[in-house]
């Protein structure tokens, strides 16, 4: 299938880039085709986000997205930040303490999920092709190397690699340019960046994984438009950063997770009992006691900001939304960076596609609109987000992002750099002290299979797994002690197993259980866990994370 644009992604980049394109094309009176496919069984299905949401960029998009009812329903009332000092007390900071940029007012608690539902509606009255189901699992090139679009995973062949009496054909999708908006860690973004060196000038991206679930809880508790955020217990006490959320959102439910950075050192963290032992808090279980928990889910989140951010454009498309990386770490916010990236590959696509015959094979232009836009200057002036955090810890590092956002408005005259990639941060774990986790008490805190179970999470087991290993003949880690695994701690979703057979210990993936976060791809010491795509459809299917 031929089209003008193909748009890898139905998350808030790749629909804001598509119904933009659109609107442009009919200023501009140019015909323009347009598909968008996506990986899960419907648009939203894969979106998962904190949320709450700044409207810039959709103010941008449709400035009557009031009237075109978007699903924004719940306006931000009150900020609360909080340092959690241990397992039983905290400090409820003043909010003058806190960095200008993270302040919420004129925002929104929102499901990302349901945004893109909407996003996509508006995207397929204005005349795009979406096409959910289908995952993207190899790029396409012309003989003299630029992008000529993507070809989608076949289906119906089983584990043995051999084709099962339902199979079909993947199908290829051309295009005269091609937008990637897979999210963080996307695994074909991650082969353009590799196979073009589009990160040669910028430092390693760094990252995090958030885990969320959603509950609903006493309406005698609820308070919709509160926003909590916090610092410290329990990521502190292994010297780890990241942070915490709970958020009030209509209908009684509340969205409550924990971001865990993944350059923590000790590989007897687990990211997800390090959340169950959170929501344990006082501060935190006074809103959930009561209540039960409805929704559960969990994605790598990317934190590197513009040191991090690699070359955006390339032979025959571009990288957009955090496919690229493009969130505010100091916000902690990527939806409405997402959406601007989305919009000003819009711009620069329709531009050349306007010059018929001559328009240029790279995109080369996006970079100069980049750089004019609000997203470029949200980026710089939070560029060193990343460099206090990991360079001087939650304290001293929150401090100086103080210093750095309140007064000196994010231009300091240095850029710090982070030049250490996350998975090169792990420590034997003979040099670590052992964490001890407790049992679920299935109240407040719950067993990862349980959870697995609330995400929706499908995919056809007789199939090749996704979870690839480089060489598969060595230990995923190959400086620890096959006991001392990390992948079973940092996945959250039970994937990663190491049994006891008669021979001798031996690891086991389960795929089947794969929320699709890309924290294995990522923080794998070894780095020989690849994820891919597996058949379309498979994975989480949530309902409005």
């Not at 347009?34 to 949320?51: D, F, N, P, Q, T």
């Not at 994010?410 to 034997?428: M, N, Q, V």
Request: charged share 20%.
């Amino acid at each position: 299938m031929e089209f003008d644009v193909l748009i890898v992604g139905a998350g808030p980049a790749g629909l804001a880039a598509a119904c933009r394109i659109m609107q442009l094309s009919t200023e501009k009176g140019q015909e323009i085709s347009v598909c968008v496919v996506e990986k899960g069984s419907e648009v939203g299905a894969h979106i998962l986000s904190g949320a709450v949401f700044d409207p810039r960029a959709l103010h941008e998009l449709f400035p009557d997205w009031q009237e075109r009812e978007a699903p924004l329903p719940t306006p931000v009332t009150e900020d609360r930040f909080f340092f959690y000092t241990s397992a039983k007390s905290a400090i409820k900071l003043p909010n003058f303490l806190i960095p200008k940029p993270t302040h919420n007012l004129g925002n929104y608690i929102v499901s990302m999920g349901n945004l893109c539902r909407w996003l996509a509606a508006q995207a397929e009255e204005m005349g795009v092709e979406v096409y959910p189901g289908f995952a993207a699992a190899e790029v396409l090139y012309h003989l003299d190397g630029r992008v000529k679009g993507i070809a989608t995973g076949d289906m119906g062949i089983g584990a043995d690699g051999e084709q099962k009496p339902g199979y079909v054909p993947g199908m290829e999708l051309h295009a005269r340019y091609t937008l990637f908006a897979e999210g963080c860690r996307g695994h074909l973004g991650k082969q353009l960046i590799s196979r073009f060196e589009l990160d040669r000038e910028a430092d390693p991206q760094h990252y995090g994984i958030g885990i969320k679930e959603i509950w609903e809880v006493d309406p005698a508790k609820h308070q919709p438009g509160l926003v909590i955020h916090g610092l410290g217990w329990p990521l502190q006490e292994s010297r780890s950063s990241g942070g915490a959320f709970l958020y009030h959102a209509e209908n009684r439910q509340v969205y409550v997770g924990l971001i865990t950075d993944l350059n923590y050192s000790n590989p007897r963290l687990s990211p997800y009992e390090e959340f169950q032992r959170w929501k344990h808090h006082p501060e935190t279980s006074k809103y959930l006691e009561g209540g039960s928990r409805i929704a559960y889910g969990a994605r790598a989140v990317t934190k590197g900001g513009l040191n991090s951010l690699p070359q955006m454009h390339f032979p025959g498309g571009l990288l957009i939304g955090c496919d690229a990386g493009t969130l505010n770490s100091v916000k902690i916010k990527g939806n409405h960076t997402a959406m601007k990236s989305g919009l000003l590959a819009a711009e620069e696509v329709v531009a050349a596609l306007a010059m018929g015959a001559e328009a240029p094979a790279e995109l080369a232009g996006f970079s100069a609109r980049m750089k004019n836009s609000w997203l470029y200057e949200e980026l710089y002036t939070t560029r060193n987000f990343s460099g206090f955090m990991h360079k001087f810890g939650t304290l001293i590092g929150s401090a100086l992002v103080w210093v750095d956002q309140n007064l000196f408005g994010g231009r300091l005259p240095f850029t710090l750099h982070d030049r250490r990639e996350d998975y090169a941060t792990l420590k034997p774990a003979a040099q670590c002290p052992e964490i001890d986790y407790p049992k679920a008490d299935g109240v407040i805190s719950f067993d990862r299979l349980s959870s697995v179970f609330l995400s929706n999470t499908n995919h056809e087991e007789d199939q090749p797994c996704h979870l690839t290993l480089k060489d598969d003949g060595i230990p995923i880690s190959v400086n620890l002690p096959t006991w001392d695994e990390p992948a079973q701690r940092y996945c959250p979703a039970g994937v990663y197993e190491v049994l006891e057979d008669p021979s001798g210990p031996r690891f086991q993936i389960n795929g089947q259980n794969c929320v699709h976060c890309k924290t294995c791809d990522i923080k794998d010491p070894s780095q020989n866990i690849v994820w891919v795509a597996p058949e379309g459809s498979g994975g989480p299917n949530y309902p409005n994370m």
